[in-house]
Nanobody
Framework: QVQLVESGGGLVQAGDSLRLSCAAS????????MAWFRQAPGKEREFVVH????????YYGDSVKGRFTISRDNLKNTVYLQMNSLKPEDTAVYYC?????????????????WGQGTQVTVSS
């Protein structure tokens, strides 16, 4: 089992950058592929990006492609989300998720563990 704790959210202006972190407990972090999802008020949780266990493969949602970058440090048990050129529509609670199995990577059901979320608010 793994526990996930997100941090780094906050209030920024459009065009600014922000880096989120997700710290994982346990000694098997490198066996989990990781993802970020987000959920805006009144909307369904949306896939943002996925990274493979060793970080060699990434997959981005269309709405963040070219602006967001995911990375991971398996020695620190941490995954990061660098968000650049933020837009008001990026405002949401951002969740970190982990999985060990296969299957579709852009669906909520594909993940076994979730963090509590961190709020990102982008003002215009």
């Amino acid at each position: 089992q793994v526990q996930l704790v997100e941090s780094g959210g906050g209030l920024v202006q459009a065009g600014d950058s922000l880096r989120l972190s997700c710290a994982a407990s346990g000694r098997t972090f490198s066996t989990y592929s990781m993802a970020w999802f987000r959920q805006a008020p009144g909307k369904e949780r949306e896939f943002v990006v996925h990274i493979s266990t060793r970080g060699s493969s990434t997959y981005y949602g269309d709405s963040v492609k070219g602006r967001f970058t995911i990375s991971r440090d398996n020695l620190k048990n941490t995954v990061y989300l660098q968000m650049n050129s933020l837009k008001p529509e990026d405002t949401a609670v951002y969740y970190c998720a982990a999985r060990q199995g296969g299957g579709a990577i852009a669906t909520i059901r594909g993940y076994d563990y979730w963090g509590q979320g961190t709020q990102v608010t982008v003002s215009s």
